[in-house]
């Protein structure tokens, strides 16, 4: 059966809601975390070694559960499983911006885009590269709270395959949630993406823009859930990783490995996952 409704991927949330100035709110919310010993920007961190039979925990976890469902219009909150999605036909990404973000901002917004798109291609062996709005299937927003109102009364008109809880959640978009993702099963497979939206919220600094762009495009890619287990990894809410690491490289080449299909389950997909960990951790440089 096709998913009716697109999946609310897992963003990265504050500790509280905040009143006022959202940019204020952020500079504090990140100075704290930073005070804290939290998003680290190192990639493969001495004091996290991770095994293959994490690799293959947090595989699971992560590609293999939704972390919220669609219950009365709304999002909600809750791990339930689900089947192994991910992207076959080329990736397009867009980056659109409102008047709030300066040209110099845009600029480097655009090419911190462009810089991890290709990363991502590499990875995980999609065709994926930057393209204006109107060919894009995979659209990353820079918004303050007015443009993201403005924004989403638009949505309909311009994807109309967008759901109202996906326009609520970006119209609505309450101070604790950083940024979120939004992707879209195709017609004919429910196990297959073909189109995003990435919302990222213009009142941030450059760290946090671009940790929000690690992971909700990763994440928009397959990897729907967190887990707290997962170590080093952004697809944790501790949020003690920045940037995508290693051990989430990793996982995205373990999405896209050949011998996994678009739609199983987990019953299916853990016999194969001992070899492809293994395969896809020697490929990326960590044989251990």
Same mark, same amino acid.
């Given at each position: 059966m096709r998913l009716a409704l697109p999946a609310?991927? !897992? %963003?990265? &949330?504050? +500790? $509280? @809601? %905040?009143d006022g100035d959202l940019r204020a709110y952020y500079r504090v919310a990140e100075e704290n975390m930073l005070a804290q010993g939290k998003l680290r920007t190192d990639t493969e961190p001495a004091d996290a070694p991770f095994t293959y039979a994490q690799l293959q925990e947090d595989f699971v976890r992560i590609a293999l559960y939704d972390e919220y469902s669609v219950r009365g219009g709304r999002f909600v909150a809750g791990a339930t499983p689900a089947m192994l999605r991910r992207w076959e036909s080329p990736v397009r990404v867009a980056v659109v911006a409102g008047a709030s973000v300066p040209e110099g901002q845009r600029k480097r917004d655009t090419a911190m885009v462009r810089d991890f798109t290709r990363r991502l291609a590499a990875v995980t062996g999609l065709d994926m590269r930057l393209a204006p709005e109107a060919r894009?299937?995979? &659209? &990353?927003?820079?918004?303050?709270? !007015?443009?993201r109102a403005?924004?989403?009364? +638009?949505? $309909?008109?311009? /994807? @109309?395959? #967008?759901? @109202? $809880? &996906? #326009?609520? !959640?970006?119209?609505k978009s309450p101070p604790n949630t950083f940024c979120a993702a939004f992707a879209f099963p195709s017609d004919s497979n429910p196990g #297959? /993406?073909?189109f995003s939206l990435i919302l990222v919220k213009a009142?941030?600094?450059d760290l946090m823009r671009q940790s929000c762009v690690h992971e909700e495009m990763a994440q928009a890619l397959g990897l729907p859930n967190d887990s707290p287990t997962a170590r080093p990894s952004i697809f944790n809410d501790d949020e003690e990783f920045a940037f995508l690491t290693l051990h989430d490289e990793i996982l995205l080449k373990m999405l896209y490995d050949p011998r996994l299909r678009a739609g199983m389950k987990a019953a299916d997909v853990m016999p194969l996952l001992p070899?492809? !960990?293994r395969d896809a951790a020697r490929a990326l440089g960590n044989p251990n």
């Amino acid at each position: 059966m096709r998913l009716a409704l697109p999946a609310l991927l !897992a %963003g990265c &949330v504050a +500790t $509280a @809601p %905040g009143d006022g100035d959202l940019r204020a709110y952020y500079r504090v919310a990140e100075e704290n975390m930073l005070a804290q010993g939290k998003l680290r920007t190192d990639t493969e961190p001495a004091d996290a070694p991770f095994t293959y039979a994490q690799l293959q925990e947090d595989f699971v976890r992560i590609a293999l559960y939704d972390e919220y469902s669609v219950r009365g219009g709304r999002f909600v909150a809750g791990a339930t499983p689900a089947m192994l999605r991910r992207w076959e036909s080329p990736v397009r990404v867009a980056v659109v911006a409102g008047a709030s973000v300066p040209e110099g901002q845009r600029k480097r917004d655009t090419a911190m885009v462009r810089d991890f798109t290709r990363r991502l291609a590499a990875v995980t062996g999609l065709d994926m590269r930057l393209a204006p709005e109107a060919r894009a299937n995979m &659209v &990353v927003l820079f918004l303050d709270a !007015a443009e993201r109102a403005q924004y989403a009364e +638009t949505l $309909a008109a311009r /994807y @109309p395959r #967008v759901e @109202p $809880a &996906v #326009v609520d !959640a970006i119209a609505k978009s309450p101070p604790n949630t950083f940024c979120a993702a939004f992707a879209f099963p195709s017609d004919s497979n429910p196990g #297959v /993406y073909d189109f995003s939206l990435i919302l990222v919220k213009a009142e941030h600094s450059d760290l946090m823009r671009q940790s929000c762009v690690h992971e909700e495009m990763a994440q928009a890619l397959g990897l729907p859930n967190d887990s707290p287990t997962a170590r080093p990894s952004i697809f944790n809410d501790d949020e003690e990783f920045a940037f995508l690491t290693l051990h989430d490289e990793i996982l995205l080449k373990m999405l896209y490995d050949p011998r996994l299909r678009a739609g199983m389950k987990a019953a299916d997909v853990m016999p194969l996952l001992p070899e492809i !960990a293994r395969d896809a951790a020697r490929a990326l440089g960590n044989p251990n």
